[in-house]
């Protein structure tokens, strides 16, 4: 509904008058849709007795703490989980670290949907589950709720929201996403439903593979099934190692988190990023550096060409690395991508939050809702809360 939309992407801001303003609807319908979204809790008023001297109107926002999202990820390296209010604040959280690869997908999901239900229980008395989304480091089949493939996690067709149906309506359930697509919407919204200052960008980041994400004009470039933006299975050589996918050559089989232990001679990840930020690498660690530098840089390239893009934001592992990969990307998109005399290419670093896929997710669900306030407020008479949901 444009009313709730409008008020969430410019929170604090809009009064009634702004958001007639903004929609092209009358001051009466506004009111009559705000005094809704009020009541059903979705948005709040400003105290009128606070607002300056001769302001004509009361800012509205979303209302704090009234319902809440559950975002949960499920990843090579961990499981995590977000309780967040519409508002966008962390109400809780949990994450648990664990090495997944090849684990039974099943008992990992069993696990991952108690600790959804752990997280909730630490939700405020009385606040309504929104929704539960998870995200999943593979391609997904939004419609059947079915992981499709996730290479690293060695797990393929596998049913997913059945799991959560033990303590989750099948309203609350609004799906699973690509945890890539779901770390990016954080980027691009420091807020659910609120855009950021950057709205156009290719997001990659690294966990044991390499995901990655589009976002243009502040959307996720979905591509037709969702399955876009797999940056880490583009292949920078043609005759290098062989990837989790099969296929030969991948970014991920020289980039990813597994390959530079491999070819630097290291087992521990923290020894490695330690030894990356000394001053003189051992020539091993300096080699494997630059190869998978020059390898994201050749694939971030090609993207950057093919979508007509100049911004690259850095997530996980890369992240980590970014001053010791930064150097040989920089070289590569300087000589490579076509528009860089005309707008240089941006490169930032993203290290905020942990397991920001699973925040995403969270923040999938309030999308849910702001595309249609109107059927959350008509079922939410018959639903528990989230207290209640998760006993
Ligand atoms: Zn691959």
Redesign the pocket.
Known sequence: MLVAQAVFARPGEFTRADVAGATGMTRSTVSRLVDQLVAGGILAEDDPAQRGRGRPGVPLRPAPGTFVALGLEANVGHLASYVIDLAGRVLARRFVTDDLAGSDADATLARLADLGAETLADAPAGAHLLSAHVALPGIVDHDAGVLLRA?NLGWSQVAVLPHLARWASERTLTGLDNEADCAALTIAQPAPGYPGDLDSFVYVSGNV?IGSSTVLGGQVLAGRHGWAGEL??VCVDPDGPV?????RG????VAGRRALLAASGRDDWDVLVADAAAPDPDPALAAALTRAGRALGIALSAALNLLDLSHVVLGGHLAELADALTPAVRAELDTRVLSGPFEPVQVSVRTAAEAPGALGAAYHGIATLLADPARVLADEASEPDAAAAQA
Do not use: Q
């Not at 990837?243 to 296929?247: V, Y």
């Not at 991948?250 to 089989?253: D, P, V």
């Open positions: 290479p593979g880490g299975h990837c989790g996918c099969g296929a991948c970014l991920e089989a």
